[in-house]
């Protein structure tokens, strides 16, 4: 089924540990973006691309990273990870000017312990 | 850029009455105008979408309204049931080619169902 897939949904991780969290798509979408929200909170926007080899940083200020090395793939990767990080991290997609809302991954929930 | 403020933060409303949350956004030139449901530890989910050219949209339940002179648009949700329970956010886009556009989210509304 077509769909946006995040792993882990959940992942707890002592501080200064390097993680990456995933997202893929099977949707054939161009653009994705990362948002940080807390739980039932504002959704923040802190990474998007528009295509392969296209990253650019949200409306949040962020610490990750992220990478579009092909469509379909947009991992999020903290270097150093620390307590203030703990937040939910969800995924997105959409076509390039033709589809107009968003589909959502189910996010994964990270902890720094 | 564009700017959505949403209203209330917070909603409780019996079971069977309405529901109406209202959006303001910015920018004259935004067109599309999606509303997105969460549950509780769930991803949030298109539930309903208007575009400019209309100024109403219904959908069983739930319907949405349009006013581009006044910039607003909001959720109409009938006869509430505990199932809607959730945060909602609008959300405005510029158009008619999206292409390098994004949505610009509202902050949320909680809706509480009371039984």
């Known amino acids: 089924e077509a769909d946006i897939y995040q792993t882990p949904r959940y992942l707890v991780i002592g501080t200064g540990k390097k993680i990456t969290l995933e997202c893929s798509q099977t949707?054939?979408?161009?653009?994705m973006y990362w948002y940080q929200q807390d739980p039932g909170m504002e959704l923040h926007l802190i990474h998007y691309?528009?295509?392969?080899?296209?990253?650019e940083k949200g409306d949040l200020s962020s610490e990750s990273t992220v990478s579009r090395i092909r469509t379909e793939h947009f991992p999020l990767t903290l270097e150093s990870a620390r307590p203030s990080h703990t937040s939910q991290y969800l995924c997105?997609?959409?076509?390039?000017?033709?589809?107009?809302?968003?589909?959502f991954g189910s996010g994964t929930r990270l902890t720094v312990v | 850029g564009e700017n959505v403020e949403q209203h209330p933060s917070t909603l409780s409303v019996q079971e069977g009455d309405s529901a109406v949350i209202k959006c303001t956004y910015s920018d004259s030139a935004s067109n599309y105008f999606p509303w997105y449901k969460q549950e509780l530890g769930k991803r949030p989910q298109l539930i309903i979408d208007i575009r400019s050219n209309v100024g109403e949209k219904k959908d069983q339940r739930i319907a949405v309204t349009l006013n581009k002179t006044a910039k607003h648009f909001s959720l109409h949700i009938t006869e509430t049931q505990p199932e809607d329970s959730a945060v909602y956010f609008c959300?405005?886009?510029?158009?008619?080619?999206?292409?390098?556009?994004?949505?610009?989210f509202g902050t949320g509304t909680r809706l509480t169902i009371i039984p």
């Open positions: 691309s528009y295509g392969v080899n296209s990253t």
């Open positions: 949707m054939g979408h161009d653009k």
């Open positions: 959300a405005a886009v510029r158009g008619p080619n999206f292409g390098n556009e994004k949505l610009t």
């Open positions: 997105a997609s959409s076509d390039l000017g033709t589809n107009y809302g968003y589909t």
